[in-house]
């Protein structure tokens, strides 16, 4: 999926040339004809080669994307990959109707053109940022925390078709299950999903990935809707529900389910944390 006639073009760009320095951090600007402009916040080390990965990193519900191209600013030197983190601005996207759930309805509840949806910018910047740092590789890999693993879990069922090579979705504090039975945005029903979509979902590459010390059922932004809490009273339980659910709607209609549950020791709701246990999951060495 692609925005139609979308413009790129650069806002600033921000080098480390000190003399130690090993990576730059660039920003670029999308500006979109269907939607509001997103800046992306990127790390490219320096003398990167054409064919390392390319990952993409989602901020959570703070919309703080240039703090989490910070965090992972290190790791992106270290392990020698092209980091790349749109912001999805409040203001531009407000609230989780036009991040996390993807700015799929309209205030009416109807379902907006695809490229109007938040899921549909991923796919078009990366075709620019492959285009700008000459990057020969066809796929990416796509992280997200807290907020950003909700993006994550939810467009891997919207965007069957996008060339992500590896997901992580961590630590989300709510999850939109797998179940036709129950209603958007806590299960399928009345969703843009199809059951199609959801069978090519289940066989991706997915690492549901929690941390083990994220089991605080009184965290502030905690969602305590009912459906929320029917998932569990935090988001370790959470996680864990909605893997089961995963698995087992995969195997009653025997579709091939390629995804795995991992947790992190001592990991509480902390990206900075989550972030370097992500890497092995993210990134071929």
């Known amino acids: 999926m692609k925005l139609t006639l979308l413009k790129i073009f650069f806002m600033a760009l921000t080098v480390c040339w000190a003399p130690a320095a090993t990576a730059a951090k660039i920003l670029i600007k999308v500006d979109a004809l269907d939607g509001p402009p997103i800046r992306v916040f990127i790390t490219k080390p320096l003398n990167l080669a054409p064919d390392r990965p390319v990952v993409f990193v989602m901020h959570g519900v703070n919309r703080n994307a240039d703090e989490y191209r910070d965090q992972w ?3 992106a030197k270290e392990h020698d990959f092209l980091l790349v983190v749109p912001e999805f601005s409040n203001r531009n996207f407000p609230g989780p109707e036009g991040y996390n759930l993807g700015n799929v309805f309209d205030q009416d509840d109807n379902i907006v053109t695809e490229n109007r949806w938040s899921y549909s910018a991923i796919e078009p910047i990366f075709d620019e940022v492959r285009r700008r740092f ?6 990416y890999s796509l992280y997200g925390h807290s ?10 069922f919207h965007v069957p078709g996008a060339r992500v090579s590896q997901i992580v979705s961590a630590n989300a504090g709510w999850y939109m299950m797998p179940d036709f039975d129950q209603d958007f945005p806590y299960g399928l029903r009345r969703s843009a999903v199809s059951r199609e979509n959801l ?9 549901l990935l ?6 605080d059922s009184e965290h502030p932004n905690l969602r305590r809707s009912p459906e929320a809490m029917a998932q569990g009273d935090h988001r370790l339980e959470r996680g864990f529900a909605f893997y089961e659910t995963a698995r087992e709607y995969a195997e009653q209609r025997k579709i091939p389910f390629n995804w795995q549950l991992v947790t992190v020791p001592g990991a509480d709701h902390d990206n900075r944390l989550m972030a370097p246990a992500a890497i092995p999951f993210l990134v071929s060495q």
């Open 210 to 215: 929690l941390g083990e010390a994220d089991n």
């Open 134 to 139: 000459a990057i020969t590789s066809g796929r």
């Open 199 to 207: 069978a090519a979902a289940l066989q991706l590459p997915v690492t």
């Open 147 to 156: 907020a950003g693993s909700q993006f994550v879990h939810r467009f891997i």
């Open 73 to 75: 600013h290190e790791l």
